[in-house]
Structures are given as C-alpha cells and as structure tokens.
C-alpha cells in the first residue's frame, strides 16, 4: 500500500502546479486523498473521532495552502471533517441509547432495575455535546458500573469480561472508521454524478424556442442544455466567447456537434444581444454563503446586462461547490493573475516593454485577472444536484453540509515542555 504522506506530497505538487483542471476534479482527487489518509490513520481507543480528525486538519491545511484559489479543496477537507463528527456523534448516541435501553429492559425484575443506573435525557445530551473532547466514549463506558452493561452469561469469569471489553473497543474504533470512508465514498459519487443530477432538472427550466446566453465552457452547462435537447426542447444557444482564453469556442463547437442551434458571439456584444435572450445560465467557480458567485471573468458583466433587462440569470454548482466561507473572511482568495502572454505576444510589444531609467519599472502594465465577483442581488436562481434554490436559502442549505468549528482550517499548536 502506498506511503500516505508520498500520495500526499504527490497532490500537494499537483496543486502547486495547476495540473489539476476544473473544480469537480479537484473535488473528487481531494476526497480520495482523504479516504486514503483515513483508511491508514491509526486512531487510539479513547478520543477515535478527535485523532481523525486532527490527521485530516494536518493534511487540508497543506492542501489548502498549496493552491487558495481552488476553493474546492478546502470544501471537500471541511465536509470530511463534518462527516467525522456527525458519524461519531451518531455511534456515541447509538451507544448510549443502547446501554439506556439496557438498564430498563422488560426481561429484568424490579429489583435489578433499581440496581442499574439509568442515563437522564440531560446526560445523553452532556455527553453528546462532550463528544470529540475528553473524556470521551469509551472513557464513559469504562467508568460505568458493572451493573449498567448487559450481563455475560459466559462461564469464564473476569478474563471472559476483559477481553470482551478490549473487543468491544476494536469494534467500535473499526466502526467509526469503516462509516465514516463509507460516507466519504458516497461523497465522491455525489461529486461523479454532479453533473447528471444537474441536467435531470433541465427540462424544468428551458422550455420551446427560447434564446438562452452563456459564457466561456462549462461541463456542467453543456450537459445541461444537451439533456433539455433530448427532451425534445428546440431552443437557440448565444454562446460569448469568453476571453482572452477563449472557452466559448470550445463550448460552442461541442453544442453543434450535439446538435443544438449556436451563435458565438464577442463578449462585448453581450448588451447587444441580451434583449433577445429569455434565461442566461452560466456555471460557477465556487458559491459563497452569502449566495455571491465566483465565476470566470466576464460574467459580472453578464449579470449586469442580465439585471438591466429583467433577464434571468440561472448559475449551476454542484454541491462541491458550496463554500461556507464569505467573501470578506481573510481565508478567501477571490481572484489570481493569469499570464499576460493570454492578452498580448511579447514580441509584438517588447518595445513597451522596456524599462525606463529614471522610474525602474516598464511603461505598459498587463492584468488578467482570472475571476469575477457577481453578488448575490444579480443571481435570480441556484440549480444545485439537490434542486433549485434562491440566493437567500444558500446560507442554509450550506449550513447542512459543514461544521462551525471547521471553518478555519488550522492544526492545533505544539506545546513545548
């Protein structure tokens, strides 16, 4: 099996380098990458939960600092860190609803039933909260009487009770684990089959002979509209081009040979042509709490014009996509420069190029940004793999996937002697 910290480092470099194309594939490597560590992890009997959960801290913080801009990658590390907490409180409740069940159980007379504690509703619910903090779990369960736990009938006596105690443990310690790869996997085939479950609610949205507008290329938006055109939906793509990179192009040469109506068109055309489109649908970079997108360079613009004519503007993410930070929080890092060489050939314009003596620094500047900010108050609608949704409910169904205290990605200090 495979050093964890040389897969690690070999997605560490991935990031670093850009070699990784597109948020959905950053998702999905980034949760597999997990599953790895976690399936490999050695966690101690007491506090299984607090140890897994310290490993995954340690390995997103890198991931994180590796590349900022990818916000995917911290998403995927944040709802790892929610499925670990959620699968741990749902042992711990098991286990204590269990030993509760236990204490008043029909089968044993009055008496044995003054014997044996039984467990408050104030205490399940202190112990819910206490858990992933000291003591934990099996701490409570080792200082419970003898009394409070389902009698042996086995005949070997405290060598019997001993090792059942010590199988228990490794029981539990596997079952954590074994639930918590088991919710990761299905995290991985949510972020697989985002995309499909996005198009299933095409139909829904476009309807006959209408003009849709869209920016750049995105796999979510291209299956979208193809699954509207199996349906038997006749409707006419604008596709702007997207520059300076230019996906549109491939966006719209992906349209026809799917056999759907396309005009690409400039981007500074857009305001031309927006009173001839019904519905701009674009997807998105990433989604923040506060329901702002952000998404390539350009489509502010669109939402602009979008606004201008009552146009609605409709933004597709996969669930992967949902941050739970906000634009402001210092975490973030909303845009990144691309080359210059994507506007302007170097040879052409070495001329302006030059430094000038007296100031030390050249005459023409070149900014590409990669990124636009388009706030909440521009998007009419969210189709996520979950449904649709306005801007105002995102905050909500965000705070479904994520645990307050895994906002801020950061290991816990080393204390000397």
């Not at 007379?109 to 819910?128: E, I, Q």
Request: aromatic share 4%.
């Amino acid at each position: 099996m495979p050093d964890t910290q040389a897969l690690v480092n070999e997605f560490l470099n991935k990031l670093k380098k850009r070699k990784i194309e597109g948020s959905q594939a950053t998702a999905r490597q980034t949760a597999e990458l997990l599953r790895s560590v976690i399936s490999q992890q050695r966690v101690p009997y007491t506090n299984q939960a607090g140890a897994l959960i310290d490993a995954m801290k340690v390995v997103g913080e890198q991931l994180i600092a590796a590349n900022p801009v990818e916000l995917a990658v911290g998403n995927i590390v944040r709802r790892v860190l929610h499925i670990i907490r959620e699968e741990d409180l749902s042992l711990t409740s098991a286990a204590i609803s269990g030993m509760n069940f236990s204490s008043v159980s029909d089968d044993d007379d009055d008496g044995d039933r003054d014997d044996r504690p039984v467990l408050s509703a104030a205490a399940v619910a202190a112990a819910a909260r206490s858990t992933l903090r000291p003591p934990s779990l099996h701490t409570l369960l080792e200082d419970m009487p003898d009394s409070a736990a389902v009698p042996h009938t086995s005949s070997s006596g405290g060598d019997s009770e001993g090792k059942s105690k010590s199988a228990d443990k490794s029981t539990i310690t596997r079952k954590l684990k074994h639930d918590v790869i088991e919710a990761v996997n299905e995290l991985i085939q949510d972020i697989t089959t985002c995309h499909e479950q996005i198009a299933e609610q095409a139909v829904e949205h476009i309807h006959q002979n209408e003009v849709i507008l869209t920016l750049g290329s995105s796999r979510t938006v291209l299956e979208f509209l193809c699954a509207a055109k199996e349906k038997k939906r006749s409707f006419r793509v604008f596709v702007a081009e997207g520059a300076p990179r230019y996906q549109g192009h491939l966006l719209a040469k992906e349209l026809v040979a799917r056999g759907l109506q396309t005009t690409l068109i400039t981007d500074s055309a857009v305001f031309a042509m927006i009173s001839r489109v019904n519905m701009v649908i674009v997807g998105a970079h990433v989604v923040m709490a506060n329901g702002g997108v952000i998404a390539p360079v350009g489509l502010n613009m669109v939402a602009l014009a979008a606004q201008k004519h009552a146009v609605p503007f409709v933004v597709l993410a996969g669930s992967h996509k949902l941050c739970p930070l906000y634009p402001h929080n210092p975490e973030v890092l909303l845009n990144e420069l691309r080359s210059p060489s994507e506007l302007l050939d170097f040879g052409e314009f070495s001329d302006c190029m030059d430094f000038r003596s007296d100031t030390g620094s050249p005459l023409l500047h070149v900014v590409n940004p990669t990124f636009d900010y388009v706030p909440p108050k521009l998007v009419s609608l969210f189709i996520t793999d979950t449904g649709g949704h306005n801007p105002s409910y995102m905050y909500r169904l965000i705070a479904d996937y994520y645990s307050a205290d895994d906002l801020v990605i950061q290991r816990k200090p080393t204390t000397g002697n």
